[in-house]
């Protein structure tokens, strides 16, 4: 077992309103920028009016503490208005991401029953068809930046913020009250709906933006991981407000491009301000260090960059610091535990592995056997540490997998190093990281047997020329029929959320199966040399 000492944080009070927590903190900063997005700025001041305004408006639905609200909205200055005043009214907002399919969004409305929802207006079409085809519970939708006309059961949020007054006080939520929802993938099936408290967001600012990262008040942050997931929402939400810092949002997706932007403060709403702390992930930093328009060291003000999602390569971080003068400080974290557990430091990376324990979390690595497995062999990563989800909403088995006697079992394969360190062996089971997102090669394999010319098919994860996992299809075609690379790509574009498709396809006369049948991903894996 490796453990490091945790540092002196304070637990949160018996009642303990995250929103408010992060209200009360800031309190003295109302001119402050808290959100710079395309459209202007939010500040201290205003995030708190509106925060409370929202919380007033949806207790004045009807909605009542512990009931769920569906978020699914783009990363704009609405973003934390919707979430915090949920928060604030202990209303349990659902934050999803914004990727997904009218099918995806159905289940979770039903799973979560959701009693209102919360959407940017460029996403109401995805939302309105998952409406049509589920079993809901919605009594009211509130569209932040409409892009259409709406119908009489849609409001738009800036209409029905001006129509409350701001709620006089929090609800008196306590630290171990469902605070808000996350889905997390799972190899098989559905998504899981991750819970966690209202104190899990506080111990991971306090123990690893503060603790480890280091940020501070005058820190411009911005972060290509969305807020919908859990990475996203430590870095552009509850990491900056603990220290009132002020955070860029961007809607677009996080291409080299739009990143390029906002470093340089070549906005509008930025006008000439730059980033000091820049959150991404592997497969982006590859695309930033490939592109043409990659800025100069002195057109940047970046003083500390972070990585998370998939394992970075030790090749990128180096050749980053190269160009930028500034390490990237990769960590592992997850949907279940919150934020980063293991991490590397500023001023003290080892490229090629995940860092240290986070103080404030334990770590042990076990074998088949259930015991600890010695310094240099692989075994499975479990974590102990306060920002544990409290279990998956309705899922009672997966939750006893999961969460085991105060420990977390992660599903990632690790090895300890002679020096303390980490580093990332794969997945102990089938899923794939790609982009940072995980990604079922069994969800992958269902949706490419549905064309009518594939027979049978196995997905697995390959390395690419920068060592990041990519998704390979082997596809064996129906006797006499016959379909192309391409044209299966875009059939399963068409049916799952677009990052899912496989990114190469391989024909091929049969797959490798167990007596029972059973596809053999491992050997296509070794016939590839080691993939995922």
Not at 109 to 138: I, W, Y
Not at 191 to 210: D, F, I
Not at 248 to 272: C, H, I
Request: net charge neutral; with cysteine.
């Amino acid at each position: 077992m490796s453990e490091t000492p945790s540092p002196a944080v304070a637990a949160p009070p018996e009642t303990f309103n995250f929103a408010a927590h992060l209200l009360a903190l800031n309190a003295g900063r109302a001119g402050r920028s808290a959100f710079v997005d395309d459209l202007g700025t939010l500040s201290y001041g205003q995030l708190e009016e509106r925060v409370r305004r929202l919380a007033a408006g949806l207790r004045g639905l009807g909605i009542r503490r512990e009931e769920r609200v569906l978020l699914l909205m783009q990363d704009v200055a609405d973003w934390p208005v919707a979430f915090l005043g949920a928060m604030y009214a202990g209303i349990v907002p659902v934050a999803v991401n914004t990727l997904l399919t009218a099918d995806d969004y159905a289940y979770m409305l039903e799973h979560s029953r959701a009693q209102a929802v919360l959407v940017s207006g460029a996403l109401l079409p995805a939302l309105t068809a998952a409406m049509t085809k589920s079993d809901h519970e919605v009594g009211k939708v509130i569209v932040s930046r409409p892009v259409a006309p709406l119908h009489p059961a849609e409001v738009e949020l800036e209409a029905f913020l001006a129509a409350q007054a701001p709620a006089p006080r929090p609800a008196a939520t306590g630290p171990d009250d469902p605070g808000f929802w996350l889905y997390s993938s799972g190899s098989t099936g559905r998504p899981k709906g991750t819970v966690h408290s209202h104190a899990n967001p506080y111990w991971t600012a306090e123990l690893y933006g503060k603790a480890v990262l280091g940020l501070r008040e005058d820190d411009l942050c911005f972060s290509a991981a969305k807020l919908f997931f859990a990475y996203g929402l430590g870095n552009g939400l509850t990491f900056p407000m603990s220290v009132g810092a002020t955070v860029v949002l961007m809607a677009e997706r996080p291409t080299p491009d739009a990143t390029f932007k906002r470093w340089t403060g070549a906005t509008d709403s930025l006008a000439g301000r730059k980033p000091t702390v820049f959150y991404g992930a592997p497969t982006g930093f590859a695309g930033m260090l490939a592109n043409p328009n990659l800025p100069r060291r002195e057109q940047v003000a970046l003083r500390l960059v972070s990585s998370a999602g998939e394992a970075l390569p030790a090749e990128l971080g180096e050749r980053f610091k190269r160009h930028f003068g500034v390490d990237i400080v990769d960590g592992i974290g997850s949907t279940e535990m919150l934020h980063i557990f293991i991490s590397n430091r500023p001023g003290a990376v080892r490229y090629g592995t995940t860092g240290w324990p986070v103080p404030g979390y334990r770590i042990e690595l076990r074998g088949d056997d259930g015991g600890p497995v010695p310094d240099g062999e692989p075994g499975d990563l479990y974590i102990h540490g306060p920002s544990a989800a409290m279990m998956y909403w309705g899922n009672r088995q997966k939750t006893r997998d999961t969460f085991q006697g105060g420990w977390t079992k992660s599903g990632d394969k690790y090895v300890r190093n002679a020096d303390g360190t980490y580093t990332y062996g794969g997945r102990s089971d089938d899923m794939l990281k790609v982009s940072g997102i995980y990604v079922s090669p069994f969800e992958v394999e269902a949706t490419l047997v549905q064309h009518p010319a594939v027979l049978e098919a196995a997905v697995i994860g390959v390395p690419d020329a920068e060592g990041l996992t990519k998704t390979k299809a082997f596809v064996v075609l129906k006797a006499g029929a016959g379909a192309t690379e391409e044209e299966l790509k875009a059939f399963v574009k068409d049916r799952l959320a677009p990052y899912k498709y496989p990114r190469q396809i391989e024909f091929v006369a049969d797959l490798p199966k167990t007596a029972t049948g059973k596809i053999q991903r491992f050997k296509l894996r070794e016939r590839e040399g080691g993939g995922q």
